[in-house]
């Protein structure tokens, strides 16, 4: 008796063994965030502040704490489906919006949205995985899970700055502002800058500021509007870079806390500031700096500025297509746009050091050289770099911590060498991927 063999693919591997291997990597990452979201739940109830889960269920049926991300969250996940379901899922969207906008305003309660695009998104994600079949399914969930990570990195977000001040009773704004010396100050600088330029250039700054996601969205839709036509996926994209910074950098907040100019040198420092001297006047150079004592919520998010990895990564994703084409004119001029105005207000705001600019910056550029072009492996060229990145980045912080009196001693000297060490890393960086970038690769989805 014939017996039929299992088919094979390359390498060896069963077909079926290879479709199950994704569904098994699936099921373990939904397992994992789940975890996470509950361990930080109970974390956050013991503690008193609000948990992701929480937050999460007001975004469904209480007041939303933010009104543009579950709307950039369910506008990542309308790239996955055809135009139609785009159209049908929107109209939703915003007809429950319309409800839940009206009953607030009816109860006395402040105008919000967003409970609209958070139901639409979960709607999404059952009716693939209960109804549709093959590459429709997969396309779906895959620009659902995009979504919704999108949606859960705010909340964990959120959790972990309030952790920040929990963990780290002191701050060592003190040595920062001593390295930052070897930068001219530049926060001082803007802030009066700021302050000259008057309430509109600030009311536009401040949108910018805030809005990242949406703009980030944006650019990660351009990029991803290929996907139902074609249905190939780049190997490499924005998103990706956003979550990975997202998941890597609030990690040097526990290391290395910093609550920024504004707070520590300013009047919104609730009494535990130096002074009250942001933007007006620099504090005197003290040459015996050391750990400040501060309140118990404030958050330690300064160090590296993770506004500026994330605008730099943006106006990096704007500069080609994903098929190694020139970005339209309006994409990368909006991307230099975001870059440069994000950058404005990170320091004319007063919520960080020029410092932290510089190695927001370095972790931005090293994190996208581990991720971009994965079709040319971890040879010798990304290994250099990633390794050059992070050598970088860990001097420019023990630097900060070890090194900021000589910095201010020998501004100059101290300066030109932070600034030649970023012009290095962007200068490798560039020659790597833009200089003579092969053409990225697609991930082809089967039809099955």
Known sequence: MLVEQP????????????????????VVAVAAVLALLIGLQVMASIMGFDGPLASLARDFVGTPKSMSVPWAGLLLALIGISTRRRMIALAAAIGIDAVWVALRLIDGKP?????????????????????????????ALKAVALGALLV??????????????????????????LADHALGDPSWVVGRVLDVLGPEVYAVLHWVYIELPVAAIAVAVWQLRKVVPTGQW?????????LVLGLVGPLFYVLFPVVGPMFAFGADGHGFQVGNFWPAALPPIDSNPSALGFDEFTPRNCMPSMHT???????????????????????RWGGAFWLAATVTATLGFGYHYGVDLIAGAVLCLTVDSALRAPERGWGAFRLRLVGFGTAVFAGLLLSYRYLAVP???????????????????????????????????IERIPAT
């Open 152 to 177: 859960l990195a705010t909340k964990v977000g959120d959790v972990w700055l309030h952790l920040t001040s929990a963990v780290r009773p002191t701050v060592l704004d003190e040595y920062v502002l």
């Open 309 to 331: 990895a994330w605008a730099l990564a943006l106006f990096i994703h704007t500069r080609r297509d994903i098929d190694g084409s020139r970005a339209p004119i309006w994409m």
């Open 7 to 26: 088919r094979t693919v390359a390498g060896g591997a069963t077909l079926g063994s290879r479709l199950r291997e994704p569904r098994i990597l699936a």
């Open 234 to 242: 780049p190997s490499h994209y924005l998103v990706r870079t956003f």
């Open 407 to 441: 910095m201010a001693e020998y501004p100059v000297a101290a300066g030109a060498i932070v600034i030649g060490l970023l012009a290095a890393v962007a200068i490798a960086f560039h020659h790597t991927w833009f200089a003579a970038a092969p053409e990225p690769a």
């Open 111 to 139: 105008l919000s949205f967003g409970n609209g695009p958070t139901i639409v998104l979960a709607a999404l994600g059952l009716i693939a995985l209960v109804r549709w079949q093959g590459r429709e399914r997969i396309d």
